[in-house]
Structures are given as C-alpha cells and as structure tokens.
C-alpha cells in the first residue's frame, strides 16, 4: 500500500507503458506461434506415419497452450492499462491538490493531514481581535484538505490494490508446460519392433530363467546325442549344432528341439509306458510366444494335462516377429512326453524349426508287426 | 496406413524446431525492462511487485514453450535418425540372410 510520500512521488503511466508492452510480448507469441506452425507445416510435408500423428498431438497441445497464454497475457494487459491510467490520474489529483493547499499557505504532513503554515499564523497573529475568526476559518479549510487528500489517497491505494491482484492472479494462471524429458520411448519400442531377429534387443532373462533354460538346453543336447543320426532326418541346417548355425532364425534351434524319447528304435515305444512315469503329466510347449499348447495325457495319468505357456516380450509383438524365447521357456514346462508330447508339439510349427516328421511316426502305438497300414514289407522304409 | 518420410528434410525441419525454440523467450523479454522500471518508479505500490511476478511467470511459460519445441525438435531428429538406422539395419539383415542361403545348385 503506497503512503502519501510514495502516491506523490509515483508514476502510474509506467504501468500503462508495461501493459503497452504486454500486449506487444502477446503479438510476439503470436508472431513465434506462427513461425512454429510454418514449421511443423514444412516437417509435416516429409513425413506421415504414426509418430508423425503422435507429434502433431503433442503440436496441438502447445497451440492451445501459448493460445491460452496469449490470451492470459492480454487480459493483463488490459486490466493494468486500465488500472494504470485510472492511478495515473488520481496521482494527478493528490499533487494537484497537495499543490494547491501548499500554495494556500498550508503545510501538508505525511499522514497526509493539513497543517496551518507559518504565512497562516502571521496573518492571524495580525488580525488582531479577529484572529480567532481567521484561526477557525483557516483550520476548516485545513481539515477540509486533509479530508480531500486522505480520500483521493484512498482512491489511490484501493485502485492499486485492485490491480496487484489482479496482475497476481494472472500470474497464476501462467502455468508452463510439463516438461517431457524422456528420450522417446516410441523410439524404443519402433527399435524393438523392427528388430525380427530375436537377439540384442528383447529383453534379458532373469538369472533363473537362464538357469532353467541352461538346464533344458544341456538335457536336450544329451538326449539329441544319444539319438542315431539316422533315425532322426532333418534338414542339413536344423541338424548343425549352435555353434555352427549360421542362418539368422536357426541359433538357438535346439532349444526348441521336441523332446524326442529316447530310443534307439522308435517302434519300441509301440508299448504304452507305464503311467506312474509320467506322474508329472504330459505336456508340451506353447505356440508362438503366448500359444498354449495342451500336451493330451494317457487318461491312467494321475497328472492329467499340463500346459506350457509363453509369454512375449512387448518388442516381439510385431508381424513376422517370432518370439524364440519365450517359445524355449514354454518348451521346457512339458515333461517328458509320449504321445501327448509329440502331438502338443504340433504348437510350434510355426517357429523356427520344421517338423520332425520321423518322431511323429516313432510315437505310433500300433503294432508295427501287424502291418495295420497295408504297408508291404518292401515298402517299409524301417524295415 | 501410408509411411513416408523424407529423412533428411525432416532431420533439418527438427533441427529448425529446436532453433525456432529460443523465440519463445522474445514475450517475457520485452516486459523484463518496462516491469522493473513500473516497480522502481511506484514504490510502494502492490501493483508494481505484482507486475514483476507476472513478468517471472511469464518467463516460466516461455522457458516451457522454449524447453517443448527444443524436445520436439529433438525427436523429430530422433525419429528421421531412428527410421534412417533402421532402415539400414533391415537391409544389413537382408544382406546376411542372403549371405547365408546355400547356393549350389537347385534341386
């Protein structure tokens, strides 16, 4: 609040030039706004996709917001210009009338209150049996003056007071953007996306995850050693170990590698097994990442079914993106299948592995000798 | 949905984003004089304090405005060298798979 002192001495037609110049840092927004659009306009040429839309989102938001602002900034603008000319002017008043008592012969106190000045109190001392009179008189017209001043300061404070809160509450309302400070996970994402090879990108398994895998890869490895070359035909490049695989989708064929029983003749597991082995249940492995296959038991199984789940990392939710992965985890949840192993493996033909047609046939449960099929003897590629 | 991008252009459009971004701060610096002057020449004056805080505000936003355009910049860069690198990387993959086929010849 401004004393007497500060209302004499102000210069309110200093806020009028700042709400001048508000309006001014308004146009200048608006003038940046547009050179921003012409610039997003000349990106938007060039470039159309999903990140462009993303990006255009997030234009919009600045549009509206330096909008809202140039609206805000304006606002102020107005209501200081306002208030600045109305204090300009009840400025004027005070000095005026400060002036006009000071040159009455009266002397103007701080608070502010009107005093009778020296010339005053001659003039009365010389009037002589009227000095009263003069006294009285001149005391009315200085308590008049007081009265007038205190009003105009009055005035003088309330239009101040008016416009400092209402230039503090439109300093409220500025309110900056969030500031967006990642480093663009879209980027990320699109990196993972793109990446169809399975390696690099997809997330790290934990340590037991890699245990588990470790284990199922060095059991499988044994049991594919045991196995006679023969008796299980692939491809060339399914039957090269890790290590030697040089087509991009098969590193890691053998942890996909059905589990194949072990057997020397595959008619030897024409016999069903004894059902307590399998206690565990038969299973087998999930489909394509989040597939869940379901391993068909022996009904004597006391375990029944159990599933293999795969889950997918986000990255490998692209087309054509194979999640080898959790395909392996899920591979390794089947116990040691017989029949039901062998048809839950069905679930993986579209990964990265062909089927393997001769243990499909090693899991027949007919009597080879009865030749069920109507296949000779000559023809018997086993025989 | 159509993809499209000119890399390069939108690799210069980004840039020019993040240069467009200081333009912001042109507002908040225009009142920084007229609202020191209106506060030292008022003493006492509400107004004048408040006028001081709205240009500080002010500055604020400008620098968000700022802080904005120089981010999208940056990722309007980011996306034109992320689909440039990976662009580049489908084709190094192509290569190696090509690279990999068994040639001989065929059955």
Not at chain 1, 305 to 325: D, E, I, M, W
């Amino acid at each position: 609040m401004p004393t007497y002192q500060d209302a004499l001495s102000a210069e309110p037609s200093q806020f009028v030039d700042y709400a001048a110049q508000m309006t001014a840092a308004a146009n200048d927004l608006t003038a940046h706004q547009g050179e921003y659009g012409e610039q997003v306009a000349q990106i938007n040429v060039h470039w159309k996709d999903t990140a462009n839309d993303a990006f255009n989102g997030d234009v919009s938001k600045v549009n509206a917001h330096v909008a809202q602002v140039v609206g805000e900034v304006n606002g102020a603008a107005a209501g200081l210009s306002a208030a600045g000319a109305q204090m300009a002017a009840e400025c004027a008043m005070l000095n005026l009338a400060d002036a006009a008592l000071k040159a009455a012969g009266f002397d103007v106190q701080p608070a502010p209150l009107v005093t009778l000045g020296a010339v005053q109190r001659i003039a009365i001392a010389a009037a002589g049996p009227f000095g009263a009179v003069v006294e009285a008189a001149l005391q009315a017209q200085a308590a008049a003056g007081t009265a007038g001043l205190q009003a105009l300061l009055s005035l003088v404070n309330a239009a101040d007071a008016a416009a400092g809160a209402a230039l503090s509450a439109a300093a409220d309302l500025l309110k900056p953007l969030d500031d967006k400070t990642g480093t663009g996970d879209e980027n990320r994402d699109l990196k993972k996306a793109a990446d169809h090879s399975g390696t690099g990108t997809e997330e790290e398994p934990s340590e037991e995850d890699e245990e588990a895998v470790e284990e199922e890869a060095e059991e499988e490895t044994e049991e594919e050693q045991e196995e006679p070359a023969e008796e299980t035909p692939q491809p060339e490049s399914a039957q090269q170990t890790p290590g030697q695989g040089e087509m991009p989708q098969t590193p890691d064929m053998e942890d996909f590698a059905p589990e194949v029983p072990e057997l020397d003749n595959p008619w030897e597991t024409a016999e069903l097994p004894d059902p307590e082995e399998f206690g565990g249940g038969l299973a087998s492995g999930g489909g394509l990442g989040g597939g869940a296959g379901a391993g068909l038991g022996g009904a004597p199984n006391p375990g029944g079914l159990a599933t293999g789940t795969g889950t997918v990392a986000p990255g490998a939710l692209a087309p054509g993106a194979a999640a080898p992965v959790p395909a392996k985890a899920s591979a390794g949840a089947g116990g040691r299948s017989g029949m039901g192993g062998m048809m839950g493996g069905g679930g993986r033909g579209g990964g990265a592995k062909n089927e393997d047609e001769t243990a499909r046939e090693s899991n027949l449960t007919e009597d080879p000798d009865e030749d069920v099929w109507g296949i000779g003897s000559d023809d018997d590629p086993y025989a | 949905m159509t993809l499209h991008m000119d890399v390069d252009d939108v690799r210069s459009g980004g840039a020019g984003l993040r240069g467009l971004a200081p333009g912001a701060q042109n507002a908040p610096r225009r009142v920084e004089g007229p609202s020191r002057s209106a506060a030292d020449r008022n003493g006492g004056f509400a107004t004048g304090e408040a006028g001081t805080r709205w240009q500080a505000a002010l500055a604020a936003v400008a620098s968000g405005v700022e802080r904005r355009l120089d981010w999208q910049g940056e990722q309007v860069v980011g996306s034109a060298d992320d689909l440039e690198s990976a662009d580049a990387e489908n084709g190094t993959r192509f290569k190696d798979i090509q690279g990999d086929l068994p040639a001989g010849p065929t059955r």
